[in-house]
C-alpha cells in the first residue's frame, strides 16, 4: 500500500477528529444516534460530512446500523460509522432507542472531552434500569470530519460500519489513546482538547491500517486498490504530481502496464478511468486551494493542471455545480 497517497488524500480533504465524552452504561442500556447529516452542523460545524465513533474501553455492548444486523464488542475494539448512518449502541442485540436532536443544539461544554454517566441526557441513552450501578460498558465517544466535496475517494470505500478489534500488546497505539482519552475527561489539562483532536485523527489512519489489514483480497475498492501493485502506483503518480500532463500513455508506462490493463484495472478498484479520477481530484486539489490560499483563479487552473482559465473553470462547475469564485465566497460564508 502507498502510505503516502492515503496521507496526501486525508490531508486534502481535511480530516479531523474531536473526542467529545467518555460514557459509562449500566447493565442494560441503549443509545440511538441520528443521521450524522442532521447533527453536522452542530458538532462539528462547517464541516461537510461527519462520521461518528465509539471506543470500547472496558466490558462488552453491540453496536448496528439502524435496522442492519448488530455486530458484537469487545474492550479495546472501535467502530466506525463511516456513511454518518443512524446508528444503535446497546447492551444488547436488538435495542432500540429514542432519537432526540435537542441535546447536540446544548452549548458546549468549556472543556471537552467531558464525562458523563448514563443519567446524562447528552449521551442519548436510555436509562433502563434506574437502580442499577454497575457498568457493563465505558466508551470514549466522538467524531472525524473530513470534506466529502468536491471529490472524496476514500469515503466510497469504506462500508456502513466499521469494526476494528482490539489487538494484543503492550505495544497497541489504539490502547494507548484510550488511557489519554480517559484521563484527559477526568483532568482537563491545559491543552488536552487540542491534542486529543490530533491523537483521534492519528487515530483515524492506524484504523484504516487495521482495516487494510483484515481486507479480503480482490475487492474492488479504492482502499484496496492503493495495496495493488499497479493501480497503487498509478495512484501514487497522480496524487503527487496531478498538475502534470499525464495521459493514459504515459501513467500506462510509468506503471507498467499496457493502456487497456491499465485502464480495467484502475476502473475495477476506483470506479473511474484513469484520466476521469484525475480531473476530479483535481478539482479537490483546487477546491483547498480556493479554501485556504488568496491565490486567482487563473493561478490556481495553472496548478492543477489546464492550460486556461476557461477550460478550468468550466471543468470546475461540473463538478460543483459552481464556478470557482462563486464556490469561494459560499464557503467562505459556510465557514464563518
Same mark, same amino acid.
Given at each position: 500500500?502507498?502510505?503516502?497517497?492515503?496521507?496526501?488524500?486525508?490531508?486534502?480533504?481535511?480530516?479531523?477528529?474531536?473526542?467529545?465524552?467518555?460514557?459509562?452504561?449500566?447493565?442494560?442500556?441503549?443509545?440511538?444516534?441520528?443521521?450524522?447529516?442532521?447533527?453536522?452542523?452542530?458538532?462539528?460545524?462547517?464541516?461537510?460530512?461527519?462520521?461518528?465513533?465509539?471506543?470500547?474501553?472496558?466490558?462488552?455492548?453491540?453496536?448496528?446500523?439502524?435496522?442492519?444486523?448488530?455486530?458484537?464488542?469487545?474492550?479495546?475494539?472501535?467502530?466506525?460509522?463511516?456513511?454518518?448512518?443512524?446508528?444503535?449502541?446497546?447492551?444488547?442485540?436488538?435495542?432500540?432507542?429514542?432519537?432526540?436532536?435537542?441535546?447536540?443544539?446544548?452549548?458546549?461544554?468549556?472543556?471537552?472531552?467531558?464525562?458523563?454517566?448514563?443519567?446524562?441526557?447528552?449521551?442519548?441513552?436510555?436509562?433502563?434500569?434506574?437502580?442499577?450501578?454497575?457498568?457493563?460498558?465505558?466508551?470514549?465517544?466522538?467524531?472525524?470530519?473530513?470534506?466529502?466535496?468536491?471529490?472524496?475517494?476514500?469515503?466510497?470505500?469504506?462500508?456502513?460500519?466499521?469494526?476494528?478489534?482490539?489487538?494484543?500488546?503492550?505495544?497497541?497505539?489504539?490502547?494507548?489513546?484510550?488511557?489519554?482519552?480517559?484521563?484527559?475527561?477526568?483532568?482537563?489539562?491545559?491543552?488536552?482538547?487540542?491534542?486529543?483532536?490530533?491523537? !483521534? @485523527? =492519528?487515530? +483515524?489512519?492506524?484504523?484504516? %491500517? $487495521?482495516?487494510?489489514?483484515?481486507? #479480503?483480497?480482490?475487492?474492488?475498492?479504492?482502499?484496496?486498490?492503493?495495496?495493488?501493485?499497479?493501480?497503487?502506483?498509478?495512484?501514487?503518480?497522480?496524487?503527487?504530481?496531478?498538475?502534470?500532463?499525464?495521459?493514459?500513455?504515459?501513467?500506462?508506462?510509468?506503471?507498467?502496464?499496457?493502456?487497456?490493463?491499465?485502464?480495467?484495472?484502475?476502473?475495477?478498484?476506483?470506479?473511474?478511468?484513469?484520466?476521469?479520477?484525475?480531473?476530479?481530484?483535481?478539482?479537490?486539489?483546487?477546491?483547498?486551494?480556493?479554501?485556504?490560499?488568496?491565490?486567482?483563479?487563473?493561478?490556481?487552473?495553472?496548478?492543477?493542471?489546464?492550460? !486556461? @482559465? =476557461?477550460? +478550468?473553470?468550466?471543468?470546475? %462547475? $461540473?463538478?460543483?455545480?459552481?464556478? #470557482?469564485?462563486?464556490?469561494?465566497?459560499?464557503?467562505?460564508?459556510?465557514?464563518?
Amino acid at each position: 500500500m502507498s502510505q503516502d497517497t492515503l496521507s496526501v488524500v486525508l490531508r486534502c480533504v481535511r480530516l479531523r477528529g474531536a473526542v467529545f465524552y467518555h460514557v459509562e452504561g449500566d447493565t442494560r442500556w441503549v443509545s440511538e444516534s441520528p443521521s450524522a447529516l442532521e447533527i453536522a452542523n452542530l458538532i462539528m460545524p462547517g464541516v461537510e460530512h461527519v462520521m461518528a465513533y465509539h471506543v470500547l474501553t472496558q466490558g462488552s455492548c453491540w453496536a448496528s446500523v439502524v435496522d442492519e444486523p448488530p455486530v458484537a464488542l469487545h474492550q479495546g475494539d472501535v467502530v466506525i460509522f463511516p456513511r454518518g448512518d443512524p446508528h444503535v449502541m446497546s447492551s444488547e442485540p436488538g435495542m432500540r432507542g429514542q432519537v432526540d436532536l435537542t441535546p447536540y443544539a446544548l452549548p458546549r461544554p468549556e472543556q471537552l472531552p467531558y464525562f458523563a454517566s448514563q443519567r446524562g441526557s447528552s449521551l442519548q441513552m436510555s436509562r433502563l434500569n434506574p437502580e442499577q450501578e454497575q457498568h457493563s460498558a465505558t466508551l470514549v465517544c466522538g467524531f472525524f470530519g473530513c470534506d466529502a466535496n468536491p471529490f472524496n475517494p476514500l469515503l466510497d470505500s469504506l462500508p456502513h460500519l466499521l469494526h476494528v478489534r482490539a489487538r494484543e500488546g503492550a505495544d497497541d497505539w489504539i490502547a494507548h489513546f484510550i488511557r489519554f482519552a480517559l484521563s484527559e475527561s477526568i483532568h482537563k489539562r491545559p491543552g488536552g482538547e487540542a491534542l486529543l483532536e490530533r491523537l !483521534s @485523527e =492519528a487515530m +483515524f489512519v492506524e484504523l484504516m %491500517r $487495521r482495516y487494510l489489514d483484515t481486507m #479480503p483480497e480482490g475487492q474492488p475498492t479504492w482502499l484496496a486498490g492503493l495495496q495493488d501493485r499497479y493501480v497503487g502506483r498509478a495512484l501514487a503518480l497522480l496524487h503527487q504530481r496531478p498538475g502534470d500532463a499525464w495521459t493514459i500513455d504515459k501513467l500506462a508506462a510509468r506503471t507498467g502496464l499496457s493502456r487497456s490493463a491499465l485502464h480495467e484495472r484502475f476502473a475495477r478498484f476506483t470506479g473511474h478511468a484513469p484520466m476521469h479520477y484525475l480531473a476530479k481530484w483535481r478539482m479537490q486539489v483546487a477546491a483547498g486551494l480556493l479554501r485556504q490560499t488568496n491565490a486567482s483563479v487563473a493561478s490556481i487552473a495553472l496548478e492543477v493542471g489546464y492550460e !486556461s @482559465e =476557461a477550460a +478550468f473553470s468550466r471543468a470546475f %462547475r $461540473r463538478e460543483t455545480g459552481l464556478p #470557482p469564485a462563486t464556490w469561494k465566497r459560499h464557503q467562505d460564508h459556510l465557514a464563518r
